[in-house]
């Protein structure tokens, strides 16, 4: 069971992760001119484990990461962070996709030209996350990033918990798994109970018509 993220905290992440992205393309004019090549195209990343959905839509003047999205997308992209992270980073991107667990739908192509863009670009993860979420937060959000990204796709299980661990625990941005079981525990009780008083209530209901009839 997948708890859904907090939408103020995943919108400043997904803005900040923006801003990244888009002062390193402003430093790369030969990069940005790709990126615009891809105009016109729309990737949807469907993360599994922890529970996020993000589209991508590169432009002539960078690439906008958005939370919803309701036209068509070229292409999508289902699977857990650490297959998204192993993908990011390979040096054969068309290799990652036909041998890693990842779900692909729709043209490739295009899918495969974006990472290739991306993946040589120095990011600078901490100045905008920090900005959006926080001295705290931001700076230790920006070390998992940079650790996922500089293992040139090998990402180990226990990096991949981590990142788990600090966006459900540290920063907040969905429950805790026990808090969210607790809580469905106590939803399935309560329609148990509920369940029971309709009962009740059908019964006396049965009785008073066969007392007045």
Known sequence: MTAATDPTLRTAALAALEAAINRALALDPAALQALGRLSGYVFAIDCTAPALQVYLQPGTNGLRLMGHYDGPVTTR????????????????????????????????????????????????????????????????????????????????????????????????????????????????ALEQRVERLQSRVNRLRRRLQQATG
């Open 77 to 188: 992209v289902t699977g857990v962070a650490s297959d998204f992270t192993q993908l990011a980073s390979a040096r054969d991107p068309a290799a990652a996709l036909i041998n890693g667990q990842l779900i692909l739908e729709g043209d490739s192509g295009p899918l495969i030209e974006l990472q290739k863009i991306l993946a040589g670009l120095e990011l600078d993860w901490e100045a905008p996350l920090v900005d959006s979420l926080g001295d705290v937060v931001g700076h230790q959000l920006a070390q998992l990033l940079r650790t996922a990204f500089t293992t040139g796709g090998n990402l180990s299980r226990s990096l991949a918990r981590q990142l788990d661990e600090f966006i459900h625990e540290e920063a907040r941005l969905s429950p805790p798994r026990l808090e969210v079981e607790d809580f469905y525990r106590d939803v399935q």
